[in-house]
């Protein structure tokens, strides 16, 4: 996602007008050069995160629900989550 969908999906964000609200953010992480812990380190801390794996293990959907408190928060989240190689934003 370049920065141009990053201000798009932060737009549709500010539409909604009740903050705080809780946020799904799920990411299809390659399995391999430890991603999906980095993917998980900037996921909220206090999110419940769950996982599930392609058949040949490839590949982990990491998935996070989370209260965030604003649409910056959660472009912040999806952008430094994006800077990891391989990782795609569903």
Known sequence: MDILNLERLRAVLM???TWPMDYMFKFIVPNSDDRV??????????????????KNLKH????????????????DVTHKALSINGVISL
């Open 37 to 54: 812990n980095k993917v998980v380190d900037v996921l909220p801390k206090h999110g419940r995160v769950t996982y599930n794996h392609t």
């Open 60 to 75: 982990i959907a990491v998935t996070c629900v989370a209260s965030m408190d604003n649409a910056d928060q959660v472009v």
């Open 15 to 17: 539409e909604h007008k």
